[in-house]
């Protein structure tokens, strides 16, 4: 009983095997309309009607001379179509379909990019303006502080003339020793104060270069990714 068994089950695996093996995927073809039947002739039950296009899973091919073949319909219906109807090229109508999809999709990525450049490049213009008026604000800042820079020493060198002078024809040493020493701390300050702007400026310049570098980086890659991905689906299309 076990061996008949076991029989039984190497020939049930014998049979499906070629059946798994053999399936394929034929379309319904020359425009229009044909029927699924529960059997090998017109005598049987429509199952249902297949329009042009239609996929279907060939089941088995009869022998050679059998004009119908055993398929299984989308709805999971069997039944058997004459075979003069099916193709295994997919139809041009799922093709252009498929095509049109790809189309609109690189269409729409072609139209994020655009609008990602022209962002991109709205910001870059937006620093570059940011950049330029903040340089012209510390330059004119700084040249203010180089005339009141310069009219400070002046006005040290005419004091230490006077100090000189009313050092050697009177007694007011101390006074004048004081308002030495103040506009000499004065000059220090502002010197200091020079230097500081003249640094910040060219930290700022340092830092807009970096910026606009980064932001056009960003756009050649990703019209490099958007390039790339463009290939792939043409490669795909072929």
């Known amino acids: 009983m076990r061996f008949s068994q076991k029989l039984f089950l190497l020939l049930l695996v014998f049979l499906i095997i070629p059946a798994v093996a053999a399936a394929e ?21 429509i199952l249902q009607t297949l329009k042009t296009g239609t996929p279907v899973e060939v089941l088995e091919r009869g022998e050679e ?20 109807y099916l193709t295994n090229e ?17 269409r729409e990525q072609l139209a994020q990019a655009k609008a990602s450049r022209a962002e991109s490049s709205q910001e870059i213009k937006t620093v570059q303006e940011q950049q330029a008026q903040t ?33 050697e024809n009177s007694g007011k040493v101390l006074e004048i020793t004081d308002e030495r020493d103040r506009l000499h701390a004065s000059n220090e300050e502002l010197a200091e104060t020079v230097q500081t702007l003249a640094t910040e400026n060219a930290e700022l310049k340092r830092n807009g270069v970096i ?3 980064l932001a056009g980086a960003g756009v050649l890659f990703l019209g490099w990714l958007i390039g790339k991905a463009s290939r792939k689906k043409q490669r795909g299309l072929y």
């Open 25 to 45: 995927t034929a379309y319904v073809s020359d425009q229009l309309v044909i029927t699924l039947r529960r059997g090998k002739s017109t005598e049987h039950k």
């Open 135 to 167: 340089e012209a604000e510390l330059k004119a800042k700084i040249e203010e502080l180089n005339r009141t820079l310069a009219k400070t020493r002046e006005e040290m060198q005419t004091a230490t003339v006077k100090y000189d002078t009313l050092a």
């Open 211 to 213: 910026r606009w570098f």
């Open 90 to 106: 997919t139809p041009k109508s799922i093709i252009i379909a498929r095509l049109e999809k790809q189309v609109a999709n690189l």
């Open 65 to 84: 001379g059998d004009k119908y073949v055993k398929v299984r319909a989308q709805s999971g219906e069997e039944g058997y179509v004459l075979g003069q």
